[in-house]
C-alpha cells in the first residue's frame, strides 16, 4: 500500500502523559522534532487521567447525590491543567461544560443513563482534554488543528452485535480511506483529535471500550495510510513480565506483529490488542514509547527481522479466569456433544477462550473482560449445560503464559523451569496452534509467584540474551541513582584489585568493608534478636574473623566447621555455635554434645536408635516445613523430596520420643531453600514452626534458616529486606515468646568476593567468540552446576564499548567448563584481567584440583 503511504505519523498520548505541563512540553517538542522531520502530526489523546473513571461511575451509579461534585471536580481538573499550560480554559472549554452539567442532568433526573447518553457522557472526557492540547500545540508551535474524530472514524455494526457493543465498544475499518486522509491534510501539517470517540451511521457519537485511544490511534494510521504509528504511555516499551510484578523484567527491544499481539492480548496493558491488526495489515510500525522518558527508544513493533528463532519472549498472566470443567456422563464419544455443550455457551453469550480435552473431560476458560454477566446467569447455565454432563465451576484462577516463538521446539530445555509446577496445581495446560503461546491455569494467589520463579528461570537464564533489553529497574532509575548505588564496589575499587593481579595469579579478592555492610543489613533486622554466618558459604579465616568480631554467631553443617570456629576463636561461647548435621555419623553429635554447643537433630531416626546419647539433653529440631504453605499433601511431598528436615507428618512419633528421653526442645530450625526474593517467606517459616512449638512445648528460639536472595546479575532484582522485617515485626507482636535467629550464608558474602583471572588466548569459531582465562570450573563451579548467571567484566578495560557477544571459558578439559555464555564483551587481549563479580559464596570452599589444577587464592582487601 506504500502508493498510499502520507508522511503522516500518528502520535498517541495516554490520560497520564496529557495531564501535566511538564509532560506537555515533552509532547510539544517532540512533535516540532517530527516536523523538523518533514512529518505531518496527527496527536491522538486521551481524556485527562481519571476522568473517563469518574465519567463512568457517573453512568454506574446514577441515583448517587454526589453527581455534581463529580462534575465539580472534573471542571477544575481541565481549568486547573489549563491556567498552568497558560490557556484560557473557562473560555475554551464553556460550551463543553454546559453540555457536561446538560447530560448530568438527565441522568440525575431520570435515574438512568442510557448506551447512547453513556456514550454522549464519556466522550466529553477526550473532548474536552484535546481542546486543551491544541490550543497549548497552537500557542507553542503556530499550528495545530482540533479535528473532531467523530467526523472520521465511523463505525459499523458487527454481525450479532448487541446494542451495548455498538455504542459502547464500537468498531470502525481498517481500510485506507481516501476522504479522511484528504480532511487531515487540509486540517494538517498539526492535527489535534480525540481517541476512544467515533460516531455511527446515523452520525450519533459511539465508543471504542475503555482504552479505546490506542485503538483510535490505531484507526488513524490506516486510514490515512501513516508511516509509523507511536503510542506513548508511562512505561518505557512492552517488557518480558509486567514489571510492576517482576522489577528484573526485561524490555523487548523489538517484536513481530504476531509476538506483540500474544503479549497484549495475554495481559499486558501496555497496548490495547485491538491496535494491531489495523496497523499490521497496512506494515505500519508501531513504536511504543515513555513519555516520562522520551530519549528511550522503546518497543518497535514491526514485520522486519522477525526471524524464526524459537524463544520465550514474556511471561504474563490474566487474574480472574473462570474455569468450567464438564465431566463426561458416558455420552463422551457421541456425535456432537461438543456442539451441544459449546451450543449452551453460545446461548448465554459466553465466550470461550482456552480449551483443554481428555478422555473423560473437557475443561475451557472464560476470559473475564468478556463474560463479565456470567455471575448473574451462572445458576442457569449450569444447570442448562448439566444436561450434558456433570459441571463444575472453578473461579479465582488465573492463566499465566508463555509467549514467543516455535515454543513447541523448546520445550524441552524449558525442564528445569517446570519443576516448580511440583508446588502448585495446574488445572488446564494449553498449547496455542500458531505455536507462539502456552497457557497454564493455576490458583490465583499462587500466579504471581509461578510468573517470577518462571521469568528467572525462563527469560532471565535463557542463552539468547541478544534478544532482551535492559531491566524495567535499569531503564527507570534516575540518573543520579545510579551513580550513587548502582556502582559496584569492585568498580569503586578497580585499581586497588588491578594491583593485587599484577603479583598474583587467579584469585578470590573479598572486600571486608562490603561483608560488613552485608552484615549491618541483616543486624538491622529489628524482629531479629541473633544472626547466625552460615559458614559453608565461605570459610576464609578473614571472614570469619570479620563475623565474630560484629557478634554474629556461626551455624556448622560438619563437626570440622565445629572445629574450625573453636581453633580460630578457642574462648568462643559454644551456644553461639548451632550445629546443624544431617546424615552425619553418631560420632559427630557425640562431639558437639561435648562440646557444649546446639545440636540440631533432623532426622528421628538419632532419637530411635541412640537415645541414651540424647537422654535429657536440650537439643534443636530441624522441622520440614514442606513447600506450599501448609497442605498435607504438600508437607509430604516436601519430606518425600527433600533430604532435609523432620516431616511434620512424623510429628506425632516426634512428640512420644520427645517425652520418653526427657529432651528438652529449646529451638525449632526451618530453611526452605535459597535464594528466596519473596519478602514473605520467612514469616511463613515463622508460622509453620510456631505451630509445631505449640505441640512439643517449652520451645524458645525459632531458627527461621537463611536464603536470602542476592542480586546474582545486572539482570535480577533485589530482596526487599525492609519488607522482611516488617512481617517478621507483626509475627513477633502476635508471638512475643520467641527470640527469632536466621542464619544467613551467601546474602553475606556473595557480594563482597570477586574472582579475578587473566585472559589466556582468544579464539573465534564462526558466529562463537571465545575468550580463554586462566582459571574454570575448577575454581568456579556454580555455572556448570546450577547454570548461575554472574556479572562477568573485562576489569582491564572497563570503559571500552562492548561491540561482541562471547563465550568465557576456562582451561579445564570438559566442554562444560564455561564461566558465562553470550555476554557483550569488548575486544579483550590476552592478559587482561576478568572479573567475574559475586562470586564470595560458594566459589572457593567448592574449588578443587580438577585436572591437577590449583584454584585460585584468596585475598582480603578493605
Ligand atoms: N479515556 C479512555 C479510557 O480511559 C480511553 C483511553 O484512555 O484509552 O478508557
Ligand atoms: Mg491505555
Redesign the pocket.
Known amino acids: 500500500m506504500s502508493s498510499e503511504r502520507s508522511n503522516w505519523i500518528v502520535l498517541k498520548f495516554?490520560?497520564s502523559s496529557v495531564s501535566s505541563p511538564e509532560n506537555w512540553q515533552k509532547i510539544a517538542s517532540e512533535v516540532q522534532k517530527r516536523q523538523n522531520e518533514g512529518y505531518k502530526v496527527c496527536l491522538v489523546h486521551?481524556?485527562l487521567s481519571g476522568?473517563?473513571?469518574t465519567l463512568?461511575e457517573i453512568v454506574e451509579h446514577p441515583s448517587d447525590n454526589n453527581l455534581f461534585p463529580k462534575v465539580e471536580r472534573i471542571k477544575e481538573q481541565h481549568l486547573e491543567l489549563g491556567q498552568k499550560l497558560g490557556v484560557a480554559a473557562k473560555e475554551l472549554l464553556a460550551e463543553d461544560f454546559e453540555e457536561l452539567e446538560h447530560i448530568v442532568k438527565g441522568i440525575e433526573l431520570i435515574g438512568e443513563a442510557s448506551y447512547r447518553v453513556q456514550a454522549r457522557l464519556?466522550a466529553m472526557?477526550?473532548l474536552m482534554a484535546t481542546k486543551l492540547g491544541a490550543a497549548y500545540l497552537n500557542q507553542k508551535l503556530d499550528t495545530a488543528e482540533w479535528v473532531d474524530a467523530r467526523n472520521h472514524i465511523k463505525t459499523v455494526v458487527r454481525k450479532n452485535a448487541t446494542e451495548r457493543s455498538r455504542i459502547i465498544s464500537a468498531v470502525s475499518t481498517t481500510d485506507y480511506d481516501a476522504t479522511v486522509a484528504d480532511a487531515l491534510d487540509k486540517a494538517g501539517p498539526v492535527v489535534v483529535t480525540q481517541?476512544?470517540i467515533g460516531s455511527d451511521s446515523e452520525d450519533k457519537t459511539v465508543?471504542?471500550?475503555?482504552?479505546?485511544?490506542?485503538?483510535?490511534a490505531a484507526y488513524f494510521a490506516a486510514k490515512i495510510g501513516a508511516e509509523r504509528l507511536e503510542i506513548w504511555t508511562d512505561v518505557p516499551g512492552m517488557f518480558s513480565a509486567n514489571p510492576h510484578a517482576v522489577p528484573s523484567a526485561r524490555l523487548l527491544n523489538h517484536l513481530s506483529y504476531e509476538e506483540a499481539q500474544e503479549i497484549a492480548t495475554n495481559g499486558a496493558h501496555v497496548l490495547?490488542p485491538r491496535s494491531i491488526m489495523p496497523a499490521r495489515k497496512h506494515g505500519i510500525p508501531i513504536h511504543v514509547r515513555c513519555t516520562l522518558k522520551p530519549e528511550l527508544t522503546g518497543t518497535v513493533i514491526s514485520s522486519e527481522g522477525s526471524d524464526d528463532e524459537a524463544i520465550v519472549k514474556a511471561i504474563a498472566v490474566r487474574d480472574d479466569v473462570i474455569l468450567v470443567s464438564m465431566e463426561s456422563l458416558g455420552m463422551w464419544q457421541e456425535v456432537g456433544f461438543l456442539a451441544d455443550a459449546f451450543e449452551v455457551f453460545k446461548h448465554y453469550g459466553l465466550s470461550i477462550d482456552l480449551v483443554s480435552t481428555s478422555q473423560s473431560n473437557v475443561t475451557v476458560s472464560l476470559d473475564p473482560g468478556l463474560n463479565e454477566h456470567f455471575q448473574d446467569i451462572r445458576e442457569e447455565f449450569v444447570e442448562d449445560l448439566g444436561n450434558f454432563c456433570k459441571v463444575e465451576v472453578i473461579e479465582s484462577v488465573s492463566a499465566v503464559s508463555l509467549l514467543g516463538r516455535r515454543i513447541r521446539t523448546i520445550l524441552h530445555q524449558l525442564g528445569s523451569a517446570f519443576e516448580v509446577f511440583q508446588e502448585h496445581q495446574v488445572y488446564l495446560v494449553s498449547q496455542a496452534a500458531n505455536d507462539l503461546n502456552f497457557t497454564f491455569v493455576v490458583e490465583g494467589e499462587q500466579a504471581d509467584r509461578l510468573v517470577r520463579q518462571l521469568h528467572e528461570q525462563v527469560i532471565l537464564q535463557s542463552g539468547k540474551q541478544h534478544s532482551f533489553g535492559p531491566t524495567w529497574s535499569q531503564l527507570m532509575k534516575e540518573e543520579d541513582e545510579v551513580e550513587e548505588n548502582g556502582e559496584p564496589w569492585w568498580g569503586k575499587k578497580r585499581e586497588q584489585l588491578l594491583k593485587v593481579m599484577k603479583d598474583n595469579g587467579s584469585s578470590y579478592v573479598y572486600d571486608i568493608d562490603t561483608v560488613k555492610r552485608y552484615a549491618g543489613l541483616i543486624q538491622n533486622l529489628d524482629a531479629v534478636s541473633f544472626g547466625l554466618y552460615a559458614m559453608k558459604a565461605n570459610a576464609n579465616d578473614d571472614i570469619l574473623k570479620t563475623f565474630e568480631s560484629l557478634g554474629f554467631g556461626f551455624e556448622c553443617v560438619s563437626i570440622g566447621e565445629v572445629r574450625k570456629i573453636f581453633d580460630l576463636f578457642p574462648d568462643m561461647d559454644p551456644k553461639k555455635i548451632l550445629f546443624t548435621p544431617n546424615f552425619a555419623p553418631r560420632s559427630e553429635y557425640e562431639e558437639g554434645l561435648k562440646l557444649g554447643v546446639n545440636v540440631t537433630l533432623d532426622n528421628i531416626y538419632p532419637l530411635q536408635k541412640w537415645p541414651k546419647l540424647f537422654k535429657g539433653e536440650e537439643l534443636f529440631l530441624r522441622i520440614d516445613p514442606g513447600h506450599g504453605g501448609g497442605h498435607h499433601e504438600h508437607v509430604k511431598t516436601g519430606g518425600v523430596q527433600s533430604k532435609f528436615g523432620i516431616p511434620r507428618f512424623e510429628l506425632d512419633e516426634l512428640k512420644e520420643l520427645v517425652k520418653d528421653h526427657e529432651i528438652s526442645v529449646k529451638g525449632l530450625h526451618a530453611h526452605i531453600g535459597s535464594g528466596i526474593k519473596d519478602p514473605q517467606s520467612w514469616k511463613d517459616t515463622a508460622v509453620i514452626l510456631h505451630n509445631v512449638a505449640e505441640q512439643l512445648g517449652g520451645v524458645e528460639i525459632l531458627d527461621l534458616g537463611g536464603g536470602f536472595g542476592i542480586q546474582e546479575n545486572e539482570t535480577q532484582a533485589n530482596l526487599d529486606i525492609g519488607e522482611v522485617d516488617k512481617s517478621l515485626q507483626k509475627f513477633k507482636e502476635a508471638h512475643p515468646q520467641y527470640d527469632l535467629w536466621v542464619e544467613p550464608g551467601r546474602f553475606l558474602v556473595a557480594t563482597a568476593g570477586v574472582l579475578l583471572s587473566k585472559v589466556t588466548q582468544l579464539k573465534g569459531k564462526g558466529e562463537m567468540q571465545y575468550v580463554g582465562i586462566e582459571t574454570g570450573m575448577n575454581s568456579f563451579i556454580r555455572p556448570a552446576l546450577y547454570g548461575a548467571r554472574h556479572t562477568i567484566v573485562n576489569l582491564s578495560k572497563l570503559d571500552h564499548p562492548s561491540n561482541q557477544t562471547v563465550n568465557i571459558v576456562g582451561p579445564i578439559c570438559e566442554s562444560g567448563d564455561k564461566l558465562g555464555i553470550d555476554r557483550l564483551f569488548p575486544n579483550s587481549e590476552e592478559g587482561d584481567v576478568i572479573l567475574i563479580a559475586n562470586a564470595g559464596a560458594y566459589g572457593k570452599v567448592m574449588s578443587s584440583n580438577y585436572n591437577l589444577r590449583q584454584p585460585a587464592d584468596e585475598k582480603v582487601i578493605r
Open positions: 495516554g490520560g486521551s481524556a476522568i473517563s473513571n463512568e464519556l472526557g477526550e481517541g476512544f465508543i471504542l471500550g475503555r482504552g479505546g485511544s490506542d485503538v483510535s490495547h
